[in-house]
C-alpha cells in the first residue's frame, strides 16, 4: 500500500521520513541513528523502558534486527511542520508451540518529532499489545515476566 501525501508541505520533513523509512526497511541501525539527534528518545510503550541517546539508539537497533526478523505494511500517515504519525503493521512469521509456522499482523503506530535541524529528537511505537501478546503466547516466547529472550 502506498503512503498517503504528507498533509503539511515540509521538504525538509519529508526528505527524512523518505531516509527514515528506508532505514527501518534496510534494517539499517546506522543510518537510523544518524537522523536523530544526539538526546533522542524512542520509546516502545511495551512497558520497556525508554532508549535515550544516539547512540544507545543505534545498539538498540542492532540487537532489535539481530533478535527479530519483521517486515512491515504502512497504512495511514500524517504529518505536520515537526511532526509525522505513521500507522503500520508489524509482519512476523513465527512458529507455534506444536512447530507449525505462522504469520501475524501486529498494529502498530509510531509519533515521531522532529527538531529544526532535521533530527529526530523523540519517537514513541505504540503497540497493539493483545495481538503481540497472543501471537508471542502462541509462539511460546512469552514467561511470566514478559516475552523470553
Known sequence: MAIPKVVEDSPGLKSVFDRYHVGWVTRDPDLIASL????TVFCVHDGSEPVIGREAL?????????????????????AGADHW???????????????????????MLDVVTVNGA????????????????????????????????
Not at 58 to 78: N, P, Q, S, T, W
Not at 85 to 107: A, G, N, Q, S
Open 36 to 39: 536523530h539527534s544526539d538526546d
Open 58 to 78: 543505534r545498539r538498540h537497533c542492532v540487537e532489535l534486527f539481530a533478535k527479530y526478523e519483521f517486515g512491515m505494511e504502512e497504512k495511514r500517515f500524517f
Open 85 to 107: 504519525v505513521i500507522e503500520w503493521l508489524m509482519v512476523m512469521d513465527l512458529v507455534d508451540t506444536e512447530k507449525r509456522p505462522f504469520t501475524v499482523k501486529i498494529e
Open 118 to 149: 532535521d533530527k529526530v529528537t523523540r519517537k514513541d511505537v505504540y503497540v497493539n499489545g493483545s495481538q503481540m501478546r497472543a501471537a508471542y503466547s502462541r509462539a511460546g516466547l512469552l514467561t511470566g515476566e514478559g516475552v523470553r529472550p
